[in-house]
């Protein structure tokens, strides 16, 4: 994994704004509707391509494919995985039920046809890896457009998503017990990380359960409840990257990406110990956003292992104020302070900017709008700290 040894160098979380003729697309495939697979492919490709040279243009230096192909961050894994079928019924947000007025303006349009991911289906047998297809094939057009463009990205990645994510939102209804139904994720999702990296990307992997689901699936349970199913997931991931490098690897944790009150998320002192904990090179979070902006100064107080680097959130990716480069840059100075070594500090995002197909809080010009702002806050950020 590169670090930034001459310059502060800029990423983003994953996902990246979908063709709405694509987004529809998944939606019905969501549903249980046909569609051409033919169309879907060349669609697919279409988008990846335009996500490749966007990026190039805004200037990203570790770039991915905007997860083009996938119909959310993590529900994908139905198509690839034994064991998921009916229906699960999320519990609500925390922040949700304290402000009904917010709930009401937030429902989509009657006629919006998106990715529910509070309804995903759930696990109603034994889960197993058992179609590599859809993973090669989106290693495969992501190298040959790479290949093809030569955008010259410093480095690339692919997503994956963590057990826990997929064990909140994916409801059990088959392993006795939580921890016996996290096990068993891991142990698929070995097969999806160690292809990614033997692939040659960076693996990050997705995991806003190690903070969301305090507000969530935990929302009405002892703080030590939750801090218990952190340290669950962090095994199973532990478990999963068994035999990978941890220079190959980030973990991105968030709280949720929606625009909401977020009064009662978790705060990140609480977890942040138990994140070091993932045998991982980078650890990438929320900082960007008016709830955690001021979460910097954790890592004064909680310094990251000396070979982990933290990918810092500078850029909100849930509202369309474009961030102006000078407050981009003294978000990147304050984390490289508090970390300690600027070389150790990477720019990112928040979140991802279509996480869900459909799902696009900020409008397709803007995003691109906004990783110029990160670019161009970064080049501030780096003749401040490296000269």
């Known amino acids: 994994m590169r670090?930034?040894?001459r310059?502060?160098?800029?990423?983003?979380?994953g996902s990246l704004p979908r063709p709405s003729a694509l987004a529809e697309?998944?939606?019905?495939?969501?549903?249980?509707?046909a569609v051409d697979a033919a169309g879907l492919e060349r669609a697919i490709g279409d988008a990846t391509r335009r996500t490749i040279e966007m990026q190039r243009g805004c200037g990203v230096d570790v770039a991915n494919n905007g997860e083009q192909g996938r119909e959310s961050f993590f529900t994908h894994v139905r198509h690839r995985m034994s064991g998921f079928g009916g229906r699960s019924d999320r519990p609500v947000f925390a922040d949700f039920a304290a402000y009904p007025t917010y709930v009401a303006r937030m429902r989509p349009a009657r006629d919006a046809v998106q990715v529910d991911l509070l309804?995903?289906?759930k696990a109603i047998g034994a889960v197993h890896y058992v179609d590599r297809a859809p993973l090669d094939r989106e290693c495969d057009e992501f190298a040959r457009l790479l290949d093809e463009l030569k955008p010259g990205f410093v480095e690339t990645f692919l997503t994956a998503p963590s057990p826990g994510i997929i064990a909140?939102?994916?409801?059990?209804?088959?392993?006795?017990?939580?921890?016996?139904?996290?096990?068993?994720?891991?142990?698929?999702?070995?097969?999806e990380y160690r292809t990614i990296v033997e692939r040659g990307f960076i693996l990050q992997i997705d995991a806003p359960d190690l903070a969301m689901e305090r507000h969530v699936s935990y929302a009405n349970r002892p703080l030590e409840d939750?801090?218990?199913?952190?340290?669950?997931v962090i095994d199973a991931i532990n478990h999963a990257l068994a035999g990978i490098a941890p220079d190959r690897v980030r973990l991105h944790v968030c709280w949720g990406n929606y625009e909401g009150p977020h009064t009662h998320d978790v705060p990140l002192d609480a977890i942040l110990p138990r994140l070091y904990r993932a045998r991982v090179g980078a650890l990438m979070v929320a900082l960007g956003n008016p709830r955690h902006e001021h979460e910097y100064a954790c890592f004064e107080r909680h310094r990251p292992p000396r070979a982990m680097a933290i990918v810092a959130g500078v850029i909100d990716t849930t509202t369309n104020y474009v961030e102006h480069p000078e407050a981009v840059a003294d978000r990147i100075v304050r984390v490289a302070r508090a970390v300690g070594d600027p070389r150790r500090v990477l720019?990112?995002?928040?979140?991802?900017?279509?996480?869900?197909?459909?799902?696009?809080?900020?409008?397709?010009?803007?995003?691109?709008e906004k990783l110029r702002a990160l670019r161009d806050g970064a080049?501030?950020?780096?003749?401040?700290?490296?000269?």
Request: negative net charge; aromatic residues 8%; charged residues 20%.
């Open 25 to 33: 697309t998944f939606g019905r495939m969501s549903r249980g509707i």
């Open 347 to 368: 720019a990112g995002t928040d979140c991802g900017f279509e996480t869900t197909a459909g799902l696009a809080p900020v409008a397709d010009e803007i995003v691109w």
């Open 7 to 13: 310059r502060i160098l800029t990423t983003h979380a």
């Open 226 to 232: 939750f801090l218990n199913f952190v340290d669950l």
């Open 168 to 191: 909140a939102a994916m409801l059990n209804e088959h392993y006795p017990s939580i921890a016996e139904y996290v096990a068993a994720l891991g142990e698929a999702l070995r097969v």
């Open 379 to 387: 080049a501030i950020a780096s003749r401040r700290l490296l000269g």
């Open 3 to 5: 670090l930034s040894e």
């Open 119 to 121: 309804h995903a289906p």
